[in-house]
């Protein structure tokens, strides 16, 4: 059964802290994503990784940076939190060869206060 | 710029209804269009259209993309309580295959027993 897995469902963190949100698949995929999730505006991507080592920016990649050493790790890094950080945090993994469904994990719901 | 568009935004139906979800798009270079489920957690695949004019099926839920008119649907007929969710559209699209998706604000569908 494909998988993949977030730190933390709930997070709670005071602003200007670093924050670290870490994803994990096991199917071997190249492409991971984290995005985040507020009512009204659906999924908006942070940012993606086609490869180890290799980020894109997203729609929205202020305030935020990604890491991804090993294949099926992609971490998101919060410099400094803000309240404005406050959200779901979906991860997601897929394929390189198509088809290009995405999988994803259960969601971080960060609070920033 | 590439957009998804989902309506309506939330919708109250008893069981036992048939209730229409809608997804239009303006993309450049369509290479297929998904619908996601999303309960109090991460969302669930459902379908992936790639051909105008084939309808999609999976139980009491069905899908049809119309290319032409650059929209699709998703059916839910006999709705149960359990189709309570958040339902999500995305697209895929772009000259490049990095599996990037464009998500629609989603759906918000309720049924009441």
């Known amino acids: 059964d494909v998988k993949v897995t977030q730190s933390s469902r709930y997070l709670v963190k005071r602003t200007g802290e670093k924050v670290f949100l870490e994803c994990v698949q096991d199917m071997d995929h190249e492409n991971m994503f984290w995005y985040r999730q507020d009512p009204g505006l659906g999924l908006r991507l942070i940012y993606f990784?086609?490869?180890?080592?290799?980020?894109e920016k997203g729609d929205i990649p202020e305030g935020y940076s990604v890491s991804r050493e090993k294949k099926e790790r992609f971490s998101l890094i919060l410099e400094s939190a803000s309240t404005n950080q406050t959200s779901m945090y979906l991860c997601a993994s897929s394929s390189s060869s198509g088809p290009y469904e995405q999988y994803f994990g259960p969601g971080t719901r960060l609070t920033v206060t | 710029e590439d957009k998804v568009v989902q309506s309506p935004l939330s919708l109250v139906v008893h069981e036992g209804d048939t209730v229409t979800l809608n997804c239009s798009y303006e993309?450049?270079?369509?290479?297929?269009l998904l619908w996601y489920k999303q309960e109090k957690k991460a969302p669930t695949f459902l379908f992936m259209l790639t051909s105008s004019g084939i309808e999609k099926k999976s139980g009491r839920l069905s899908s049809i993309l119309d290319k032409k008119e650059l929209f699709s649907i998703l059916n839910i007929t006999a709705t149960q309580t359990g189709d309570s969710a958040i339902y999500l559209c995305?697209?895929?699209?772009?000259?490049?295959?990095?599996?990037?998706?464009?998500f629609g604000q989603g759906t918000t569908l309720q049924v009441k027993p």
């Open positions: 990784s086609y490869d180890v080592k290799m980020k």
């Open positions: 993309v450049t270079n369509f290479r297929s």
């Open positions: 995305a697209v895929e699209a772009g000259s490049s295959n990095t599996g990037k998706l464009i």
